[in-house]
T-cell receptor, first 115, second 110 residues
């Protein structure tokens, strides 16, 4: 399977703990996006990378959120000092730029539950 | 007001019906229009994309964009129970982030 993969699929954590999620994009895609989806809503953009460069991070929800893509391949999203309001599905998508980066392909998501 | 509005449904139709799903938007700068299908607890799956105005057909699916009315549609012909899912419209100004609607939940009953 050459689609976008995410790990873990589910994460349950206690309030105040740090969590890290991983995304592996489609191999020839140089763009990688992170979105958050809460129940009954569409995905909400957080940040994106072109290769190693983080091109927009203004939508990261607070300074507790950070993302990296150190070698231009996989990416990690970290949430520090989790809060119950962080409970959501975190989705990763990848695309190819130039030309077709509006065609974003999503992974299965990581479902985070903060207790 | 949200940039993209979509009726959350649920929309319930019998098998074989033609389904019409719609979104409206407020920003005329949107140029790329996408439809995604999302099954419960799964990631969104890209169904169709359209640049600017016009129609696009792929099998049982037809996407329409009317930029003058700021209105997009997805039609599903000969709907099947396997089409039961949430359908998300998404739009983009350029080739960066997507702005999604809330999604319409569709149920196709046998």
């Amino acid at each position: 399977d050459t689609g976008v993969s995410q790990d873990p699929r589910h994460k349950i954590t206690k309030r105040g703990q740090n969590v890290t999620f991983r995304c592996d994009p489609i191999s020839e895609h140089n763009r990688l996006y992170w979105y958050r989806q809460t129940l009954g809503q569409g995905p909400e953009f957080l940040t994106y990378f072109q290769n190693e460069a983080q091109l927009e991070k203004s939508r990261l929800l607070s300074d507790r959120f950070s993302a990296e893509r150190p070698k231009g391949s996989f990416s990690t999203l970290e949430i520090q000092r989790t809060e119950q309001g962080d409970s959501a599905m975190y989705l990763c998508a990848s695309a190819r730029e130039p030309g077709t980066s509006y065609e974003q392909y999503f992974g299965p998501g990581t479902r985070l539950t903060v207790t | 007001q949200k940039e993209v509005e979509q009726d959350p449904g649920p929309l319930s139709v019998p098998e074989g019906a033609i389904v019409s799903l719609n979104c409206t938007y407020s920003n005329s700068a949107f140029q790329y229009f996408m439809w995604y299908r999302q099954y419960s607890r799964k990631g969104p799956e890209l169904l169709m994309y359209t640049y600017s105005s016009g129609n696009k057909e792929d099998g049982r699916f037809t996407a329409q964009v009317d930029k003058s009315s700021k209105y997009i549609s997805l039609f599903i012909r000969d709907s099947q129970p396997s089409d039961s899912a949430t359908y998300l419209c998404a739009m983009s100004y350029n080739t960066d982030k997507l702005i999604f609607g809330t999604g319409t939940r569709l149920q196709v009953f046998p």
